[in-house]
């Protein structure tokens, strides 16, 4: 009995450094495949920077009856507020009263706060949905375009040539992408504040390089962020200008391959 024991503990032991030999050539080999990958790609991290919509689209057709309809039904099913209630005892009481005398002492009754809340609702006049900066046409403005998206490209410098794109910078050693991504917003537009969505990028795009070297690929990773304040303030000497546009705009700036990879993310639902 002893002798069965001794031998498969013996067995165990064998299966045990055979299986710890082959996790160990797994992982050597994987790294080196990892290690090849990263070697043959130039990697570049993008920030998608999205001014979010100021004011509500108009409503449709459909939309404005359906809102109608739910205003009605609330207005039937609703109880009267305090101020109706206030309206209707000043009447009930006015009926009730035998002279006409006023009260000593002024009093501001339902009716004198609804006439004077009616005249400050004639006097009001509500801010035009088109801005200066609409009829201008003002592409650098943030005061565009209130009830769209807008989003922000530059004027790169990109393998020797300028094209609009999302801001981007070259991922160096040491960097997450997402840290390359702030550091593209950083270097190339100044004074801007963005709120990055996650660690994780929501695209990728592998295109091919200018100089082609071997099987190198360029691979693009894109991150979402919304703007919270700050002026672009463009790094001459990589971005020499800036614009804010709607996701219908992009086609008069972006090339076709590049315009393609941002519309798989870019969605103004």
Not at 11 to 32: I, K, M, T
Not at 160 to 185: D, I, S
Not at 224 to 235: H, S, T
Request: aromatic content about 8%; proline content about 3%.
């Amino acid at each position: 009995m002893a002798s069965i024991n001794l031998r498969i503990l013996k067995a165990l032991e064998s299966f045990l450094n055979v299986r710890h030999a082959c996790l160990r050539s797994s992982s050597s080999r994987h790294l080196s495949v990892t290690t090849t990958c990263c070697h043959q790609n130039v990697l570049y991290g993008a920030v998608c920077v999205r001014r979010l919509p100021v004011i509500t689209v108009p409503m449709n057709d459909i939309e404005k009856r359906y809102s109608d309809l739910l205003s009605k039904l609330e207005h039937e099913k609703s109880h009267l507020s305090d101020f109706e209630i206030r309206l209707s005892t000043e009447a009930k009481s006015a009926k009730k009263s035998k002279d006409g005398d006023d009260v000593e002492g002024e009093v501001e009754t339902a009716l004198d706060l609804l006439d004077k809340w009616d005249a400050e609702m004639k006097n009001f006049v509500p801010a035009p949905r088109e801005t200066e900066a609409d009829v201008n046409d003002d592409r650098r403005s943030l005061e565009r375009k209130l009830d769209s998206s807008l989003y922000l490209l530059v004027k790169q410098n990109v393998e020797g040539n300028y094209h609009w794109v999302l801001p981007q910078a070259l991922w160096e050693q040491g960097e997450t992408l997402r840290e390359t991504a702030e550091k593209a917003l950083s270097t190339l537009c100044g004074n801007v504040k963005a709120t990055f969505l996650g660690n994780a990028p929501c695209a990728v795009a592998k295109f091919e390089p200018k100089v082609k070297e071997g099987d190198k690929k360029v691979k693009l990773f894109f991150f979402q962020a919304w703007y919270r304040e700050g002026d672009v303030i463009p790094n001459k000497t990589e971005a020499t200008d800036y614009l804010w546009v709607a996701r219908d705009e992009l086609p008069k700036y972006c090339h076709g391959s590049y315009q393609k990879q941002l519309k798989k993310f870019i969605l103004d639902l």
